[in-house]
């Protein structure tokens, strides 16, 4: 009787740290989260002299915002080439006028970070 006990109890802890590892495996190896950008078209209000900040004016409206670029936004030229150069053809420091879509994420604030909106993308259609 006491061997019996002794192996359902070995059993039980085997299956137990089977079904941790099982779930700690499953859970490593969950997809991360992803962001569908929100398409805004507008035209520039200006360029920052060192060309990553802008204003923006969606079409349509009279409301401008202002934008950061990082060195690696991916974009896109007028012939409908995808670059990943850190110089955006159509985002030359002091440059205006021009007309763009960019790729906007929004985050929310979160452990003490504060939210932003982020370009993802910058299509230069001028």
Not at 13 to 23: C, K, Q
Not at 27 to 44: D, E, H, L, W
Not at 72 to 100: A, E, K, Y
């Amino acid at each position: 009787m006491g061997s019996t006990r002794v192996y359902r109890a070995l059993f039980v802890v085997a299956l137990s740290v089977i079904l941790v590892l099982l779930g700690f495996l499953i859970g490593a190896n969950r997809v991360g989260s992803s962001a569908t950008p929100r398409t805004i078209t507008g035209k520039v209000g200006l360029v920052g002299i060192n060309g990553d900040e802008f204003r923006l004016t969606p079409s349509g409206s009279k409301v401008t915002t202002s934008y950061g670029l990082s060195t690696n936004t991916p974009w896109r030229d007028s012939q409908l080439v995808w670059n990943s150069s850190s110089s955006i053809s159509c985002m030359r420091p002091l440059s205006h006028g021009q007309v763009v879509t960019i790729g906007v994420v929004y985050t929310e604030p979160t452990s003490g970070a504060f939210g932003t909106a982020l370009v993802a993308w910058v299509e230069c259609t001028s």
